[in-house]
Structure formats: C-alpha cells, structure tokens
Antibody, heavy 123, light 111 residues
Framework: QVTLKESGPVLVKPTETLTLTCTVSGFSLSNARMGVSWIRQPPGKALEWLAHIFSNDEKSYSTSLKSRLTISKDTSKSQVVLTMTNMDPVDTATYYC???????????????WGQGTLVTVSS | NFMLTQPHSVSESPGKTVTISCTRSSGSIASNYVQWYQQRPGSSPTTVIYEDNQRPSGVPDRFSGSIDSSSNSASLTISGLKTEDEADYYCQSYDSSSLWVFGGGTKLTVL
C-alpha cells in the first residue's frame, strides 16, 4: 500500500522560507513509473499544482511560482522536500504531496495523496 | 497556458443523475487525458475517473467520465446519487506549457 505523509511547520512568518517534507512508503522514489508532486489548496479554494520530481530527478515547476520553489528528493530516506521562499499570507494553504501515476507516455494522474498539512503565514 | 472552468456548484436529489462539466479554455480537450477527483469535507482528494473515462478499482460504476470535442469539455456523470457523493469535484488535465492544471472545483450538494 502506497502512503504519503507531509510534515513541516504549521506557522511561518512573512518573508520566511517554508520547507516541507513528504515521506513516502510502499514504493521507491526510484520507480520509473511514478513521481511525486506538491499541490496546495488555500482554505475554501481550488487545488493548485506546484512542483513535481520524477524518478530520474528531472524537476518541473509551476510557471507562476517557479522562482520561489525548489523540489528535491532523498531516495534512501524515501523523502521529497519542497522549499518555498519569501512566504506571504496568500500562501496560507493546505499543502499536499501526491504520487503521479504514469502509464506509458501519458502525463499521468495523482493517486494517492497525503493527508495534507496546513501552513499559515502570519506575523 | 490553459484553464479548466467548472460550475461553482450543482445540486440534485438522491437517486437522480448529475453531470459536472469542465471546459478547457484553449487547446483541444482531447489532447491530454482528463482526471476527476472527489474531495469530501476535511479529506484529501481521491481519484474517481482517470484517463477521461477510466474508473479506479473501488469506485462504483455510478461514476462515469466523457469528453466532448465539440464543446471542448469533459464531463463527470454520477447516477443514482447518494448522500455520500456530496463533495467537491475537481477536473485536471495537462499540457506541455502549463503542465498539470486543476479546474476551480464544483461543490455537489445532494439534497
């Protein structure tokens, strides 16, 4: 069974850097058919894809947030880390990590998702 | 870049059928698969449809997906509505510029 769990601070101050960790179990981050994305959801609002890391360490970022995001992985620890710089109150959201299931050459779909972690940005 | 537009909310009675639309703003809806996710209050999203019309194991066949190139949209249809279907539903697709894109979500009320 594949599971993911997000961890990180619940409160960050404006201008600070957020670091979130996604710990996966039930599969290896070196699995060529899977990758892990970070997706966020502000309270009462829609889902927004942020970043993705593939098994070969290739990375992709949201064009609107690219300058603030860094995604990395530690395969030995089964962890994917997202950092977001210069946090602002509008970045207050639940942050999810999710497995991207890839079949053949398709872009794939997200399944499963972690439970999410709510991050509040406030001074 | 493209957007996926969904109705903000829909409502229907138990036992009835409801359809939720997802319209792609630019580029063909058929160019990349559409997924649908269900998010119950306080829970993480789960997949109800992937690759336009495929159901993951465990998702009842009351859920079905389709695409319509004439309207450049995808649809999620839920038949035999149950109160447990009350949730937010998000469509999602992809292109090489925007990468993975979610729709704005539709709140389904079963009343």
């Amino acid at each position: 069974q594949v599971t993911l769990k997000e961890s990180g601070p619940v409160l960050v101050k404006p201008t600070e850097t957020l670091t979130l960790t996604c710990t996966v179990s039930g599969f290896s981050l070196s699995n060529a058919r899977m990758g892990v994305s970070w997706i966020r959801q502000p309270p009462g609002k829609a889902l927004e894809w942020l970043a993705h890391i593939f098994s070969n360490d290739e990375k992709s970022y949201s064009t609107s947030l690219k300058s603030r995001l860094t995604i990395s992985k530690d395969t030995s620890k089964s962890q994917v880390v997202l950092t977001m710089t210069n946090m602002d109150p509008v970045d207050t959201a639940t942050y999810y990590c999710a497995v991207l299931v890839v079949v053949a050459a398709t872009p794939g779909w997200f399944d499963p998702w972690g439970q999410g972690t709510l991050v509040t940005v406030s001074s | 870049n493209f957007m996926l537009t969904q109705p903000h909310s829909v409502s229907e009675s138990p036992g009835k059928t409801v359809t939720i639309s997802c319209t792609r703003s630019s580029g063909s809806i058929a160019s990349n698969y559409v997924q649908w996710y269900q998010q119950r209050p306080g829970s993480s999203p789960t997949t109800v449809i992937y690759e336009d019309n495929q159901r993951p194991s465990g998702v009842p066949d009351r859920f079905s997906g389709s695409i319509d190139s004439s309207s450049n949209s995808a649809s999620l249809t839920i038949s035999g509505l149950k109160t447990e279907d009350e949730a937010d539903y998000y469509c999602q697709s992809y292109d090489s510029s925007s990468l993975w894109v979610f729709g704005g979500g539709t709140k389904l009320t079963v009343l």
